[in-house]
C-alpha cells in the first residue's frame, strides 16, 4: 500500500520527466533553423528566443568579394553566387585596423573591444528579424547600423551593436554592416587601385544587399532607415547627400557626427600627405602614386595599420578620411546641405559631453580614470591649443574662450572649471556646432528632428567628471538596458523612451509615434531654423528652445572670435585671473568689447 510518503517521490519523478519532455519538445521546435534563399546563394542562420519572442539571427553575410591581393584599395565587387547552403550563425571578422590597446585598462570601455578575428577578409553584415514577419511577410522596417571609430576603427562584431534587443523590443528588423577603416577603406591616389572611399562604397554596397534581399527576411525593402554614431553617423551623412546612397533609404538617424565637421572629410591633398608619410614608414618610393601603391600592395596588413600614423601628431588627428572623390561625394559640405532637391527626413543630435571621452584617451596624464590631477592655467592653456590646434589662436582669443565658458560654470575647483571648458570646447568644436549648422542648413528642406543625450545613469561604469560621455546614447538606443540586469529602473525608463523615438521615426518619419511615445512626456518639436527647438533626453526629458547658451558659443566660435585681435598695446604680464577677461577686453580694444558685450545679451 502506497503511503504520501512513497507518492511524493514518485510525483516528484513524473512531474521532472513532463519537463523533460517539454523541454526536449522546445528543442526539437527550435532544431530547424531558418534557411533564406538570398540573390547570392541560400544562408543558414539560427533561431533565438528573446523576452519569448522567436528572433531569426544571422551572422556574417558576405556581400562583397573579400578585398584582399590585388583587390586591397580597391571599390567593392559584387559577390558571387555561391552554391549549396551558407552558414551564418556566427560573427566572421572585423576588417583591418590597429590594435592600440589604449581602452584596456579601462572598465567602462569593455563593450567597446573588438573580440573577432580581426583580418582584411571582412566585408560582412548582419541580420536579426523576428521570426513571425518572415512568415507572415509582415513588410517591418529595417534599421540599418553603421558603427563609428574615427574611420580607422571599429566593427559591427561588437557586444554593444547586438541588435536582438532593439528588433524585440520595437518589432523591427535590424541590420549591421562591416566596411573597411584606416588606409584600406580610405587610402586616396591618382590610380584606379586607389581611388578613395572604399570603406563608404563597402556601405553603399551592403545597403544595396540589404535592400535587394530584405522582403525575404519579412521586410519592406521601402522602409529602409540609417542610423549610426560617430564616423558611422558622418557616413549616414554622406549617404543622405550622395546620388549614389540617397535613394536606396527613406531616412536617417545621425549621432554625435556629421559631414561638415572639421574631421568629416579630407583633401585629396591631406590624404595624399598622409600616404607618403605612410610610405616613408615602409621606405617606399614615392616619385610617383603608382610607386606607393605598388609597394603598399606588398605590405603585411598589421603593418599597414601601424604605419598610417607614422609622424602623425595633435588632438584627435585621424590619418585618412573620406574626400570629394566626384563619384560617391560629388559638392563640399556647406554646398551639399544647401541642395534643396534632396528631400530626406533626419533625426540628429549629440551627447551633454562629446569632448571627456576624449580627454581621457588623448590627455590621461591630466584626465586620469581614477582620482583627480590639479589642472592649473599654464596646463590649461597648453591642452586647449592642443584641443584646437587646426586654429591659431592670439592670446586674446584663448582668454577670450576660458572667459566665455568660464561664464557657464560655477565652482570653486578650479581644475573642475578648467576640466569642464576643456570638455565643452572639445565637444562644441567637434560635434555640436557642426550638428546644429547641419540642422539649420537642412532643416530649410526637410524634416529635422534634434536632440541631446543629457542622461548619466548612477550605474555609469565611468568617471562622474565625463557626465554622458561620446557613445554613451548607444547602449539606450539598442534596448540594452532593458533586459540587463544592472540597469536601474531610470536606465530602463530611458531606454524605452530612446528606443521608442528612434524607432517610431525609421517607421513613420515621426519620432512621436502620433502625439507622443508617453504622454506624461513632453512630444518632440520639429526643429526649424526660426524656433531651432530640441528634445533634451534625460530623466525627464523636455523640449529646449534655442536661446541657449549651447547656440550662442556656436555663434561665438564662427562669428566672434575670428574677429578678436591683438591688443596693439601690451597688456601688464603677471599673474592674471582668466575668469575675469571682461576687464581686460575693456582696457585694450573698447570696439570689441562692444561685440562681446552684444554676444552675451544673446547669450543670456
Known amino acids: 500500500m502506497l503511503n504520501s510518503a512513497n507518492i511524493l517521490p514518485i510525483r516528484i519523478m513524473e512531474g521532472l520527466k513532463y519537463i523533460l519532455i517539454i523541454s526536449l519538445l522546445k528543442t526539437l521546435v527550435h532544431a530547424e533553423d531558418p534557411i533564406i534563399e538570398t540573390t547570392s546563394g541560400k544562408i543558414n542562420g539560427s533561431t533565438v528566443v528573446v523576452q519569448n519572442v522567436e528572433l531569426d539571427v544571422f551572422l556574417g553575410i558576405p556581400f562583397a568579394k573579400p578585398p584582399v591581393g590585388n583587390l586591397r584599395f580597391r571599390r567593392p565587387e559584387k559577390i558571387e553566387r555561391w552554391s549549396g547552403i551558407k552558414e551564418t550563425k556566427e560573427h566572421v571578422a572585423a576588417c583591418a585596423q590597429y590594435e592600440d590597446g589604449m581602452l584596456d585598462d579601462i572598465p567602462g570601455a569593455d563593450p567597446w573591444k573588438i573580440k573577432a578575428d580581426i583580418k582584411e577578409d571582412c566585408l560582412y553584415l548582419n541580420i536579426w528579424a523576428p521570426t513571425e514577419a518572415r512568415k507572415s511577410r509582415s513588410n517591418l522596417t529595417t534599421m540599418i547600423w553603421i558603427y563609428g571609430g574615427g574611420f580607422i576603427s571599429g566593427s559591427s562584431t561588437l557586444g554593444e551593436y547586438d541588435g536582438r534587443w532593439l528588433a524585440v523590443s520595437q518589432n523591427i528588423i535590424v541590420a549591421s554592416l562591416n566596411y573597411r577603416v584606416g588606409p584600406f577603406g ?3 591616389l591618382n590610380d584606379e587601385r586607389a581611388p578613395g572611399n572604399m570603406g563608404l562604397l563597402d556601405q553603399n554596397l551592403a545597403i544595396k544587399w540589404i535592400r535587394d534581399n530584405i522582403a525575404s527576411f519579412g521586410g519592406d525593402p521601402d522602409k529602409l532607415t540609417l542610423f549610426g554614431e560617430s564616423a558611422g553617423a558622418a557616413s549616414v551623412s554622406m ?5 549614389m546612397s540617397r535613394n536606396l533609404f527613406r531616412n536617417a538617424i545621425i549621432m554625435s557626427g556629421t559631414y561638415n565637421a572639421d574631421w568629416g572629410i579630407n583633401s585629396k591633398e591631406g590624404n595624399k600627405d598622409r600616404a607618403k608619410e605612410m610610405a616613408a614608414f615602409f621606405k617606399c618610393p614615392t616619385e ?13 596588413a598589421k603593418n599597414i595599420s601601424l604605419g598610417q600614423f607614422h609622424n602623425l601628431n595633435g588632438f584627435l588627428s585621424l590619418p585618412f578620411l573620406p574626400i570629394i572623390d566626384n563619384y560617391f561625394l560629388q559638392a563640399k559640405p556647406n554646398k551639399a546641405l544647401q541642395n534643396k532637391a534632396i528631400k530626406k527626413d533626419v533625426l540628429i ?14 590627455f590621461p596624464q591630466y584626465f586620469p580614470f581614477q582620482g583627480t590631477v590639479p589642472i592649473n592655467n599654464s596646463i590649461s592653456h597648453k591642452l586647449m591649443k592642443e584641443v584646437i590646434e587646426p586654429v591659431q589662436l592670439n592670446p586674446t582669443q584663448l582668454d577670450s574662450i576660458f572667459y566665455v565658458y568660464g561664464s557657464n560654470i560655477y565652482s570653486s575647483s578650479e581644475t573642475e572649471k578648467y576640466r569642464y571648458v576643456l570638455d565643452q570646447v572639445a565637444g562644441d568644436t567637434m560635434f555640436k556646432c557642426p550638428t546644429i549648422e547641419f540642422s539649420r542648413e537642412w532643416s530649410t528642406h526637410s524634416n529635422v528632428y534634434m536632440y541631446s543625450f543629457d542622461y548619466r545613469s548612477n550605474v555609469s561604469p565611468w568617471p562622474e567628471w565625463m557626465g554622458s560621455p561620446h557613445g554613451s546614447d548607444i547602449y539606450y538606443v539598442f534596448s540594452r538596458a532593458l533586459y540587463t540586469t544592472n540597469s536601474s529602473s531610470e536606465d530602463k525608463e530611458v531606454s524605452e523612451l530612446m528606443s521608442s523615438y ?24 520639429k526643429f526649424t531654423q526660426q524656433s531651432q527647438k530640441y528634445f533634451a533626453i534625460d530623466k525627464k526629458p523636455k523640449m529646449k528652445n534655442k536661446d541657449t547658451s549651447m547656440y550662442s558659443v556656436c555663434d561665438f566660435w564662427s562669428d566672434l572670435l575670428p574677429k578678436l585681435k591683438e591688443p596693439s598695446s601690451p597688456v601688464p604680464s603677471g599673474s592674471q585671473n582668466i575668469w575675469t577677461f571682461q576687464g581686460r577686453i575693456l582696457t585694450t580694444f573698447s570696439s570689441i568689447f562692444f561685440s562681446l558685450v552684444l554676444f552675451w545679451n544673446i547669450l543670456c
Open 349 to 362: 543630435g549629440f551627447v551633454k559631453n562629446e569632448g571627456s571621452l576624449f580627454l581621457l584617451t588623448s
Open 288 to 300: 610617383s602614386d603608382k610607386q606607393m601603391l605598388d609597394c603598399f600592395l606588398n605590405a603585411d
Open 186 to 188: 580610405f587610402l586616396s
Open 239 to 243: 549617404h543622405v547627400i550622395s546620388p
Open 502 to 525: 528612434f524607432a517610431n521615426f525609421s517607421k513613420s518619419g515621426n519620432p512621436n509615434n502620433g502625439d507622443c511615445v508617453d504622454c506624461s512626456n513632453e512630444p518632440w518639436s
